[in-house]
Nanobody
Framework: QVQLVESGGGLVQPGGSLRLSCTASKSIFSVNAMGWYRQAPAKERELVAR???????MYADSVKGRFTISRDNAKNTVYLQMNSLKPEDTAVYYC???????????WGQGTQVTVSS
């Protein structure tokens, strides 16, 4: 079982920055992959960024060049640095862990990001 806790969301003006944190209850080095997803009201949840245990990273096209995913294995924490934020980035952001044991996928509770002037 993997438990995830997100933090760092809030209200920011367009062009501003936020850093989200996701802390796991077990070593993230032993987890297959961790990622950030987001879901706006009445929208499907979508992948934002993902990093696997080897450090391979993937970003959604909409955030490339603006967002950076990183990890701190000693703290069992994955970060999402979000720069040049746009109103369309407004959503609830969820941390996701993909593990090798059932139920395989674990989600955090989500943290709200609102980009507005």
């Amino acid at each position: 079982q993997v438990q995830l806790v997100e933090s760092g969301g809030g209200l920011v003006q367009p062009g501003g920055s936020l850093r989200l944190s996701c802390t796991a209850s077990k070593s993230i080095f032993s987890v297959n992959a961790m990622g950030w997803y987001r879901q706006a009201p009445a929208k499907e949840r979508e992948l934002v960024a993902r990093i696997n245990s080897s450090g391979s990273i993937m970003y959604a096209d909409s955030v490339k060049g603006r967002f950076t995913i990183s990890r701190d294995n000693a703290k069992n924490t994955v970060y999402l640095q979000m720069n040049s934020l746009k109103p369309e980035d407004t959503a609830v952001y969820y941390c996701r862990a993909a593990d090798s044991v059932s139920p395989y996928v674990f989600w955090g509770q989500g943290t709200q990001v609102t980009v507005s002037s």
